[in-house]
């Protein structure tokens, strides 16, 4: 089993920036993939950015440029950091980890932007 925590979360302008971190802990070894997710309210959970175990990223074309993943691949925890912050970016935010075929997700951080 795999641990997720993520923090960082909280209120901001639109314009401002934020970050989140994620930590993992208990059988962490061989763990691949890592990512934020993020779902709004009455809308589908959606990827954000992932990062690969060898420094791979990917981002959603909404949050390309403006928000930034990286990875400490040692403790396998990673960040988002977000810059330019839009009212859009609102959402709980989901910190997502792979094992093998096992995802598991932490509880979530709110997000919000005000314009």
């Known amino acids: 089993q795999v641990q997720v925590v993520e923090s960082g979360g909280g209120s901001v302008q639109a314009g401002g920036s934020l970050r989140l971190s994620c930590a993992t802990s208990g059988s962490i070894f061989g763990i691949s993939v890592m990512g934020w997710y993020r779902q709004a309210p009455g809308k589908q959970r959606e990827s954000v950015a992932w990062?690969?175990?060898?420094?791979?990223?990917n981002y959603a074309g909404s949050v390309k440029g403006r928000f930034t993943i990286s990875r400490d691949t040692a403790k396998n925890t990673i960040d988002l950091q977000m810059n330019s912050l839009k009212p859009e970016d609102t959402a709980v935010y989901y910190c997502?980890?792979?094992?093998?075929?096992?995802?598991?997700w932490g509880q979530g951080t709110q997000v919000t932007v005000s314009s």
């Open positions: 990062i690969s175990s060898n420094g791979i990223t």
């Open positions: 997502n980890v792979r094992k093998g075929s096992t995802s598991y």
